[in-house]
């Protein structure tokens, strides 16, 4: 039965898990990250697929992380993500910064079971020179002298997301969201909270099929109602810009920071 | 008539993406996308756009890797890029100030420029805040270079660079910016005090075209209109 | 406007064009084919998506192919494509054999805009002899000997396919038939034909939109009612065994096919 | 309790998908395909199953790639190949009797073997006819090798090979079939005069397990009603 609730979703990630987290108007499983701070993981590696925002930044404050893998963390019209930014400056993160279609790219690896990805771009910008698990090498298809990076295949321990809905079989319907497939088809544990359960076989139904993650890939899914508050989740709510703002604010200082996860949350 | 400085800008970025097929504009751009709605509606509908994170104004439907994907098919002829830093040689700095990884100053990060700036044949690096701390000697990260070696693989990159104060274009075989423009109200003087690199100097000082009326009211009600999806808070400059 | 007839779209597919064309049970594109045999193509590049049947069959027996890319050709349950086998037995057509997830990873390469995509497997088989342009590389992430494929990418001239319905906007609604969306995208031009013309907007429809090939991706679209047939569409109809079977005597001579390509399809 | 030929090759499948976690099989494949489906009934459900082209059996809905995708995420256990011509090396020629490309027989391809058969842990070579003419020395034409030299990445391969005569398991350090069992009805000699390669054989000369009364009902009953989705002709050997 994939069905479980919150707390035994988030039990399933183990400290020191890399875990895939997608961007923030794309399904952010924040109610789970509230549980995964309540529950007081230790030294996860986020990879932001591509980027992050509140939930990176609320992760990072809270003392869960180690690793940030990304192409940008950001509150967006809220300015920069200061928990992040504080946590950069203090060195108390290790950083992997990248550019977007390098994180696809390597998810995509990950999804088709291959080590690498070759991508164009990349050379000449510091983004390389930092990540030396990023390779150059000659494109075998070319005559002359060709470089290409090539990009190590990225395969979470655990991909984490929130979407509108799952079936009993544990189907979950993903709309227009598609990193979440990428997402799943390439980690090892996918986990999901969902807005509600679909009465009915998601993947009998000609509408929704194209657009579910079949159960095969999916590990455990929690009943999660409004489950991407303060973030938005696409057709079914907007983002709560007041609500937003309050962590913006309150993220700015260690003691904000800290009153905020005491009671901002309540 | 009268103009606001957003509108100079809009109206000079759209002319910057004359006969372009297909523009995309990144997050937090209200002005690039107005000008490329601009340029949209003085192309008679032909040039097509794409903003991100808009829900009207694009066509993505297959996930964070699209956007990467139609670049390196070809399908996006110009793009927009900023820096928290840009130096003279058009490398641009999205990460931070100061040695990484523990920047003095970070910012986000460096989103799709590592690759977009190889890939797109036209991109537009647009800065409003023209001052020694943005136009820099040299960026302290590159998170995209500016020009690229020999048998670097690049069918993209800048072509200009539009600020605040003016206009400049970029000439790849030298690696060098050259003015192009001064805004109305501005000085090459104002320009040369507020930039940390060297560039060339136009032959003849010219001045940035300034937005004919029936562009500002072509600005004012139909990209108004449609800039609000995705940027309803810029839109305000442009009340109802 | 995107919509035209079917002789037009056809029209927009020059000789010596590389086509990729769907596998039979994906939207196969069987009255644009009887279209292109009638307009006299030639020196065709088909590549299959990664298998064929009926389709490349015919094409080839109407002498429009030049080159024949695929992991397989065949009539399925009616067994063996006579007019494929013939043609490589006399040496007709140059083949490119290959194996289905390596055509998929090349067009998916193409897709992505990269000049080649690595795989798994191949080294030691035959297929790999013969395909010159497949080359073994170190993979570069290994620190031992590690031998990979790599696979050139597949950008097709052309991406011809039937599906169930498109818009006024040029918009194309494919379900579950996911390659679809990747031929187009990885294509320069796509040509689709359509069961019906969807009075609205694909894209607008939260439900039809993530299984919906945006219109920028599409050159021009012909409406084609039964376009599929003898082979069916999923969801919309069943092959039509009688008329397969029909074509499947008559193609095992080649009296029998010109027979067939005279009266069959009347 | 009487059974068909097609029933014991079901049968000695479902034996051989014990514990699997989930198992694949490919397109024509009507008998693998009822073995998996008995293995999944005999697991209680514990065993994942997907018929390729089957509308009821399969959740596949990303394109034709995810198959293989699938295998190469380690998410396939079990997967089932056949051949035109199967060696003593375990190599299969799907592609043609003769010199390539002029063969003298052509068949359809490889389809996903080259692949397939480096990555599924466990695959079940299948062939019901057991002739000199399919069962042979050397194969003309590799579409997949059975075993590969030390460096080349390949967590799977073949495990067993099962004709209309009998059963095989393959050792792939010595790259040699061994007979596991002959099927009732069939002798070792005749198994000998129809194999065009060396084989190992058993110590004592097993025969075929037959299938027990009730799994044959469980075989007729809830597997020819699953199997009749993909195989409708194929499941009118039972009867409703």
Known sequence: ?266 | MEYRPEELLIFTIAKLLENMREVAVGVSSPIPGSGALLAQALSGGKTGVTVLNSRTLQSLNDGASELFDRAAQGRIDAFFLSGGQIDGQANINLVGIGDYPRHKVRWSGSFGSAMLYFLVPRVILFREEHTRRTMVKRVDFISAPGVSEAGVYRPGGPSHLLTGLGLFSFDKARARFRLQSVHPGHSIEEILDNTGFDFDLPETLATTAEPAPELLRLLRTMVAKRIKDPYPEFARIWPD
């Open chain 1, 1 to 266: 039965m994939p069905i479980c609730d919150l707390a035994e979703l988030v039990s399933l990630i183990p400290d020191g898990a890399k875990i895939a987290i997608p961007p923030s108007r794309s399904g952010v499983a924040m109610a789970a990250t509230r549980a995964i701070i309540a529950a007081g993981a230790r030294d996860l590696h986020l990879v932001a697929i591509p980027t992050s925002g509140i939930q990176a930044d609320i992760l990072i404050g809270a003392g869960c992380v180690a690793t940030m893998e990304s192409a940008g963390v950001t509150l967006d019209e809220f300015g920069q993500a200061p928990r992040f930014v504080n946590a950069v400056k203090s060195g108390e993160i290790r950083l992997m910064d990248s550019t977007c279609p390098a994180i696809m790219s390597a998810l995509q690896a990950g999804e088709k079971g291959i080590p690498f990805m070759p991508m164009r771009g990349l050379i000449g910008s510091d983004l390389l020179t930092f990540r030396p698990d990023y390779r150059v090498i000659e494109n075998p298809m070319a005559e002359g002298a060709d470089p290409i990076v090539t990009l190590p295949a990225i395969v979470p321990d655990i991909a984490l997301f929130h979407a509108p809905m799952a079936d009993q079989n544990g189907n979950v319907w993903i709309g227009k969201m598609r990193e979440l497939m990428t997402m799943a088809h390439a980690a090892k544990v996918t986990l999901v909270t969902v807005e509600k359960i679909f009465d009915g076989d998601l993947m009998a139904d000609p509408l929704r099929a194209p657009a579910t993650i079949p159960a095969l890939y999916i590990t455990k899914i929690a009943k999660a109602g409004n489950g991407a508050w303060p973030l938005g989740l696409e057709g079914v709510y907007d983002i709560d810009k007041k609500g937003f703002s309050t962590y913006a604010k309150a993220a700015k200082t260690s003691d904000g920071f800290a009153d905020y996860l005491d009671f901002g949350t309540t």
